[in-house]
């Protein structure tokens, strides 16, 4: 008895810090989903009318679901692929190593929002890489004012900010058994087959942990998407001014975005934690479907 006294003494401030920072914000967002909350005014029940507005009345929620899948499928797709090919890229040249390491990882050291708005000059319509573009006769797209192109324009901006990913994609390769490249090579495979039947089942495991934070970033993408919307609008706004994210035309709008509007700009805290409760659930059910798909997180194929 004693000795679990004492283990629980231990765990106590985990358990304390877990408690108090992740299951009564839970709970509180579960059971105001199910309330009408201004903030000001003490809380009223209204049962399923809030789930019934966000699903069927609030204009900016299944848009803002699609561009959310959007990034997480086409972003943390390209980042993944992105990352593997910078690591082996870095991994395999014989000089000056060091410094395209540092140059592949220096952008990830930039803060997000200087970053964002570095992208969205050096992107915009008369920016300096649309004007290399027409030099060359091609076309030159509006980028981050086009809502065909603003979502692009931020996987561009997400892949240029890689050295995260790099990272650990390099220590993922460099532990790669040179005996194994040894003997497909006496066995006489090739770079493709070497990729395929060696690297590839050895980094699975590195490939599953980036797809799975991957998933859980891009389900909370807000600053880049916020930041370059604002920007490139050409709105510039004073405090306490409501500005609807989401330009051009709701193209960059992600459930983050949404869930801080509704929350905080329109005081409609009841639809906010609908489409909170409902961005954990989707979170989880990726999070599990990617670790049981891959068979867990520890490869068994070494």
């Known amino acids: 008895m004693a000795r679990r006294l004492t283990i629980v003494g231990f765990l106590s401030p985990l358990l304390l810090g877990f408690a108090l920072f992740f299951v009564y914000p ?29 699903f069927t009345q609030n204009g900016d929620f299944w848009p803002a679901v699609r561009n959310t899948v959007w990034l997480v499928v086409v972003m943390v797709s390209l980042r993944v692929v992105f990352g593997i090919g910078v690591g082996l890229l870095v991994t395999s040249v014989r000089r000056g190593r060091g410094i395209y390491r540092t140059i ?66 390099m220590a993922a390769l460099l532990d790669v058994p040179v005996e194994q490249y040894e003997a497909a090579q006496l066995d006489g495979a090739g770079a493709i087959r070497r990729f395929r039947y060696i690297t590839l089942p050895n980094i699975q495991p590195i490939i599953l ?20 919307g604002q920007v490139a609008s050409g ?48 979170a989880m059910a990726c999070t599990v479907g990617l670790v049981r798909g891959s068979g867990g997180l520890v490869s068994t194929r070494r």
Not at 35 to 41: G, P, R, S, V
Not at 148 to 155: D, G, I, N, Q, Y
Request: aromatic share 16%.
């Open 26 to 54: 839970l709970c509180a967002t579960v059971l105001y989903s199910f309330e009408h909350y201004d903030q000001i005014n003490p809380a009223e029940w209204v049962g399923l009318q809030n789930w019934s507005y966000v």
């Open 104 to 169: 592949f990882y220096l952008p990830y050291l930039a803060p997000p929002v200087a970053s964002t708005l570095v992208f969205v000059f050096l992107l915009n319509p008369n920016g300096p890489l649309d004007r290399v573009l027409r030099a060359v006769g091609l076309p030159a797209p509006s980028w981050f004012n086009d809502p065909a192109w603003s979502k692009p324009a931020l996987v561009l901006l997400s892949l240029w900010g890689i050295g995260d990913l790099m990272v650990i994609f």
């Open 209 to 228: 942990f980036s797809a799975v934070t991957g998933v859980i970033a891009a389900l909370q993408y807000y600053t880049q998407a916020f930041v370059a």
């Open 235 to 282: 709105v510039v706004t004073g405090g306490g001014t409501v500005v609807e994210p989401g330009y051009p035309n709701g193209s960059t709008l992600t459930l983050p975005q949404l869930i801080y509007s509704l929350g905080f700009q329109h005081f409609d805290t009841g639809a906010a934690s609908v489409i909170a409760v409902v961005l954990f659930v989707v």
